[in-house]
Every structure is written in structure tokens, then in C-alpha cells.
């Protein structure tokens, strides 16, 4: 009678143990679940997102390699959590229209000029100045300090968040008229121009006429007529095949073009802090590798149209005529800028 009692009480004791067992591996959290594991507390399951980026650009350009590797990080940091589903050439709408769908909320991100921003605020046109800069050395130390800080800031103002910048390349011209060997040589050529107004008075100023194309309408425009020519990274005139249908190419470094990695504001702020974390931190991934791009770009494909013979001619005209030209268009368009970008402009000029 004892063995059997004393037999009883221990298969009671042991389906206890194993239903208290039991009890702890329910309270675990599972997969998709986050733990603070320094208070042993239970966290909500952070939400999940998927974003859009459109550009306006092949996908075979600076603006592809900065959106894939921002894509890449932020899909690996945070897990599968969150990703970014990538729109190139222009396929959700122009450069402008997809800044402002940025703003509206129907898109998430996007790559414009910084140039482009100024239809959002003139700014943004100072970083457009003609020969403003001339390595990218100089071009990162604008960016990267008080000009690029006031340009944020008015971005910011404006609904916008710039988590990134970007390289685009140094500007050279096309054209279908002439070889441009002087500022002489640019008169009368219709050059198609963004509808930006620093681009639009430095084109004046060296007597061309000017048509403004959306930057996917430009190879249409130059095939049939539309206008002369056009000025572009030279990676980009050959990425867009413009050398298909253009004859001579001039090498003017006119322009050390920048992009912007763009987002809303109100959007960025909604987010909790991990994910506002791995969105910078993917961006910074992408500003380095953009302007990694751009470091040797313009020498390798400088290199491709010569040995692939694309233009009539190639010229290196003396820019010296170029810079007298285009001097007012300085005073004319930094009169309505903010203090902080005109100081940051007079201490390089």
C-alpha cells in the first residue's frame, strides 16, 4: 500500500513538472517576433514595409548602382522586414512628377538632380552654377558641409527629406550643328534645357537658344530635330545611347552635377527608430558607392566614344571664354538665394 502510494504521488509530481514546462515554452516569442532581451520583456512585432524608388535614368547608371545598394543593405539589415522595389527609366512618371508623387505619399523614394529640386525651391539651383567646382573633392566638401546642411534644411521646410547625395558627373555638351571649339561656336544652337532657371540663363548667357524636354523625351527630341543638342555626364550621353544621334561632343566640364536620395519627411518621421536607422544607415551605403561610380566613370566612358568612334568630333575647347559668358548669371541668380547658400558659394568663387 505504501509503494503504491508513494508510486502516485511521484507520477503527480512529474506531470507537474512537465506541465509547468509546458507553461514556459508557451510565453516564448516566436520568429516574426521582436524580445528585449536585457529586460526579458516582449516587444511588439515591428511593421513591415515595402517602398518604392523610381528614377529617371537606365538602370545601368549612378543613379541604378545607388539605388540597388541602398535596396540590398536595407532588405539585409532589417531581415526581409523591409524592401525596396526599384523603378527605373522613368517609368513611373518624369524627374519633376516623381518628386512631387515623393511628397504626395504615392511614391517613396526617388533620385532627382539637385538641380531638380529647384522647382521645389530655387536653392537648389546654386549647385547648377556653371563651373562652380572643378573636382569632386570640392563638390563633397560642398555637400558635405554648410551648403549641403541649408540645403536639407529647405528641403525639410519644403516636406522633403534628403537622406543621401550622390555624384552624377562633370557636364560636357552635344551637339548636331557644329564641332564647338569657343563660346562662339554656341550661338544659335537649340540646346535642350531641364525647365530649371540657372540652366535656362547659363544657356542664354552663352547665346543658345533653349527648349526644355523632360530627360525622357530628350533622345526623341534629338533624333527628330526637336532641338541641337544637349549637355550631360558623359556616362549618361552613352548609357542613352544620345551619341546614336548626335555628332559632335565637347568636352567642357561645365557642370559637376549632384543627386540627391529623396523621401518625405512627414513618412521618414511616422516610422519607429529602427527603421529610421537602417534607412540612413542604407543610404549612406548609397551615397559612398554613388560616388564611387562617378570616380572613374567619366575617364572609362570618355574612352568607350572614342574607341567606338561615336562622334564626328570630339573637341576641348578653351573654357576660359565660357567662364567670362556665364559670370553674371552668378549675381542674377544668387540674389534670391538664402544667406547660408550665397556665403557658401562667394568662399569657393
Not at 48 to 74: I, K
Not at 129 to 151: Q, R
Not at 154 to 166: L, T
Amino acid at each position: 500500500m505504501k509503494k503504491a502510494l508513494a508510486l502516485a504521488l511521484s507520477l503527480t509530481m512529474m506531470v507537474s513538472l512537465f506541465a509547468g514546462c509546458g507553461s514556459k515554452d508557451s510565453g516564448s516569442t516566436n520568429a516574426n517576433t521582436n524580445t528585449n532581451t536585457s529586460s526579458g520583456s516582449q516587444q511588439e512585432e515591428l511593421p513591415s514595409y515595402s517602398f518604392q524608388l523610381g528614377f529617371n535614368t537606365v538602370e545601368d547608371s549612378v543613379r541604378g548602382e545607388m539605388a540597388h545598394v541602398f535596396a540590398d543593405y536595407v532588405n539585409e539589415a532589417s531581415g526581409g522586414r523591409i524592401t525596396v522595389e526599384i523603378f527605373p527609366n522613368s517609368s513611373l512618371g518624369s524627374e519633376q512628377e516623381m518628386v512631387e508623387m515623393v511628397k504626395t505619399g504615392s511614391m517613396d523614394f526617388t533620385i532627382p538632380g539637385v538641380t531638380a529640386m529647384s522647382n521645389v525651391d530655387g536653392n537648389f539651383g546654386a549647385y547648377g552654377l556653371p563651373f562652380l567646382v572643378d573636382t569632386y573633392d570640392e563638390a563633397h566638401a560642398l555637400l558635405d558641409g554648410d551648403f549641403g546642411n541649408a540645403l536639407k534644411d529647405i528641403a525639410q521646410n519644403n516636406g522633403y527629406k534628403i537622406v543621401a547625395w550622390g555624384d552624377l558627373g562633370t557636364v560636357q555638351i552635344t551637339n548636331n550643328v557644329r564641332p564647338i571649339n569657343s563660346v562662339e561656336d554656341m550661338k544659335g544652337i537649340n540646346m535642350r534645357c531641364t525647365n530649371e532657371e540657372v540652366s535656362l540663363k547659363t544657356m542664354d548667357a552663352l547665346g543658345c537658344a533653349t527648349t526644355t524636354l523632360a530627360f525622357s523625351e530628350l533622345y526623341l527630341g534629338l533624333s527628330q530635330g526637336v532641338v541641337d543638342g544637349q549637355f550631360n555626364p558623359i556616362d549618361a550621353i552613352y548609357q542613352n545611347s544620345f551619341t546614336e544621334v548626335q555628332d559632335y561632343l565637347a568636352i567642357v566640364n561645365m557642370y559637376t552635377y549632384g543627386i540627391a536620395l529623396v523621401m518625405s519627411n512627414d513618412k521618414f518621421e511616422s516610422y519607429d527608430a529602427e527603421t529610421q536607422q537602417i534607412l540612413m544607415d542604407g543610404a549612406a551605403k548609397a551615397q559612398e558607392a554613388a560616388r564611387a561610380y562617378c570616380a572613374n566613370a567619366e575617364e572609362e566612358y570618355l574612352q568607350k566614344v572614342k574607341d567606338e568612334g561615336c562622334f564626328l568630333e570630339i573637341t576641348t575647347p578653351d573654357v576660359e571664354g565660357f567662364k567670362t559668358a556665364t559670370a553674371g548669371v552668378y549675381d542674377d541668380y544668387l540674389a534670391t538665394c538664402d544667406p547660408r547658400i550665397v556665403e557658401a558659394v562667394n568662399a569657393i568663387r
